[in-house]
């Protein structure tokens, strides 16, 4: 019932910049958090950031904080990620996600997946 289109990923040298959008159609509840993870080769998908569309509260990993933001848009119900200070570490494919509970419930439950945009940072 709820499709979500990710985009915004590419090629980017460490130390740059890129910004991800996902787009919320469907049946989305503006009470559901919000947010993003990543899966690199041979690794298990892990959480980076989320967001209550309701309250505004956010949540990163440790290994984003300072370095990406997440921010939403509710006139044009769409979730954003910038990601600054890129590492090569952040290479990944990057899933956006809304799911039920709270930005603090990871991993998610009810989870609904974009189809996921690949992240790849390299000199």
């Known amino acids: 019932q709820v499709q979500l289109a990710d985009s915004g990923g590419g090629l980017v040298q460490p130390g740059g910049s890129l910004r991800l959008s996902c787009a919320a159609s469907?049946?989305?509840?503006?009470?559901?958090?919000m947010g993003w993870f990543r899966q690199a080769p041979g690794k298990e998908r892990e959480f980076v950031a989320a967001?209550?569309?309701?309250?505004?509260?956010?949540r990163y990993a440790d290994s984003v904080k300072g370095r990406f933001t997440i921010s939403r848009d509710a006139v044009k119900n769409t979730v954003y990620l910038q990601m600054n200070s890129l590492k090569p570490e952040d290479t990944a494919v990057y899933y956006c996600?809304?799911?039920?509970?709270?930005?603090?419930?990871?991993?998610?439950?009810?989870?609904?997946w974009g189809q996921g945009t690949q992240v790849t940072v390299s000199s």
């Open positions: 967001i209550n569309w309701s309250g505004g509260t956010t």
């Open positions: 469907g049946r989305t509840f503006s009470s559901n958090p």
């Open positions: 996600a809304t799911w039920t509970g709270s930005v603090w419930t990871t991993p998610p439950e009810g989870v609904y």
